[in-house]
């Protein structure tokens, strides 16, 4: 089997740093699936990015097929099977949102053409750089040949963190914990939602039954754990977010498991009420390389509040890059 194409945008920040050993390793893709890296870096950043491929040299991995670093966008999605958008511009001080969103449009705009022209007929984008849901729409509206669907943003590190407290809280271990959820944004409005998820058989919520822990601890401390990485380590999350990179893109490319399912924003069809074309986080389950919505959920007073503020706030940035022309 010919290797996977496998491109790595912001291949020298630190997520970067997390996520490529870990793609050439078999982490991704399994251990049966070769991989060729493709690096994007801005100029300045290409010797570092050089720098991390030598070292990815240097591990000798049996899966890397090889490697490409370029400051090309062109170049780099150019038969692009798995595209992970992870370099974006952060917000620094003193900088507005509409300055925010305008210069990750001067990013995600190009990326998208560049990925429109050139990536492989099966191509699978994931944007991690923030505000990853509005990046991954403005990307997508670029690329208008390539089916709207196969633009999804990570939520799955706010899934993976609300699994970790869940588990702690009730004294088990994650394996024990299926079926949680995030709805929304990533950003501080999303939404954990446990009223579905099963412990060992059992209902999560029944099991907690504590709304106000619900409201006042779990919830916060998923929404704001990037801001409390950030006071702990003086950096912000970089291998836990690389690592729910891979889950993402494992997961739909390889089906997740029987009896559970996953967190994904993707673009919105209408369902729970979720404007269409809005890249969400909803439960997806993820079987021959394709994810579908988990339908039929019962959602509560509790649960439709806190969904329908995290989906005001993603409406509210789609009609904020509209008005500044980025799609
Ligand atoms: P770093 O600042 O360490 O690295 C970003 C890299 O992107 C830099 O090397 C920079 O040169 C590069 N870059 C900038 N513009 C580029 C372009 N046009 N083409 C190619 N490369 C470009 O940031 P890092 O800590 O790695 O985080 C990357 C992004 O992930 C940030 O936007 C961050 O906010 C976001 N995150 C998203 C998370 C999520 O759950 N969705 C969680 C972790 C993280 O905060």
């Given at each position: 089997?010919a ?11 630190q997520i ?9 390793s078999g982490?991704?893709?399994?251990p049966?699936?070769?991989v ?5 870096e801005i100029p300045?950043a ?9 070292e ?6 049996p ?6 670093v370029?400051?090309d966008?062109?170049k780099?999605?150019?038969g ?6 992870v370099?974006?511009r952060?917000?620094?001080?003193g900088?507005?949102r ?8 001067g990013?995600?705009?190009?990326q998208g ?24 729409l ?8 390539v089916p709207a669907?196969?633009?999804t943003?990570m ?6 963190r609300?699994?970790?407290?869940l ?6 271990t994650?394996?024990d914990?299926?079926?949680?959820t995030?709805?929304g ?16 058989g ?9 709304e106000?822990w ?7 401390t998923?929404?704001?754990?990037g801001?409390?990485i950030?006071?702990?380590?003086g950096a912000s999350?970089?291998?836990s ?5 891979i ?9 997740t498991?029987a009896?559970?399912w ?7 069809d209408g369902s ?8 969400s ?6 079987a ?7 339908q039929?959920?019962e959602v ?5 509040a ?7 706030e ?14």
């Amino acid at each position: 089997m010919a290797p996977v194409n496998v491109t790595v945008t912001g291949a020298a920040g630190q997520i970067g740093y997390a996520l490529l050993f870990r793609i050439a390793s078999g982490a991704l893709l399994g251990p049966d699936t070769k991989v060729n890296l493709r690096l994007l870096e801005i100029p300045a950043a290409v010797k570092a990015a050089e720098g991390t491929a030598m070292e990815l040299d240097d591990c000798a991995f049996p899966l890397l097929a090889g490697i490409e670093v370029t400051d090309d966008a062109k170049k780099a999605f150019d038969g692009a099977n798995v595209a992970l958008l992870v370099g974006a511009r952060p917000r620094t001080k003193g900088m507005e949102r509409g300055d925010l969103l305008e210069a990750n449009g001067g990013i995600f705009k190009p990326q998208g053409e560049a990925i429109n022209a050139g990536a492989a007929s099966d191509i699978k984008v994931l944007v991690v750089g923030n505000p990853a849901n509005t990046n991954a729409l403005i990307a997508q509206q670029h690329a208008p040949d390539v089916p709207a669907g196969r633009f999804t943003a990570m939520t799955r590190l706010d899934h993976n963190r609300a699994l970790s407290q869940l588990a702690t809280k009730l004294g088990v271990t994650v394996e024990d914990i299926k079926k949680l959820t995030i709805w929304g944004n990533h950003s501080a409005t999303q939404y954990p939602d446990v009223f579905h998820a099963e412990v060992n058989g059992k209902n999560a919520a029944e099991l907690v039954n504590d709304e106000a822990w619900l409201a006042d601890s779990f919830i916060p401390t998923v929404a704001k754990r990037g801001a409390a990485i950030i006071e702990a380590r003086g950096a912000s999350s970089a291998a836990s977010a690389a690592n729910a990179a891979i889950d993402h893109v494992h997961d739909w490319v390889l089906g997740t498991p029987a009896g559970d399912w996953t967190s994904m924003a993707i673009p919105s069809d209408g369902s729970y009420g979720v404007p269409e074309g809005i890249i969400s986080s909803f439960p997806v389950t993820c079987a021959d390389g394709e994810y579908s919505i988990v339908q039929g959920l019962e959602v509560n007073e509790f649960s439709r509040a806190r969904i329908d503020a995290s989906v005001a706030e993603l409406v509210e940035e789609r009609d904020a890059v509209k008005g500044l022309g980025l799609i």
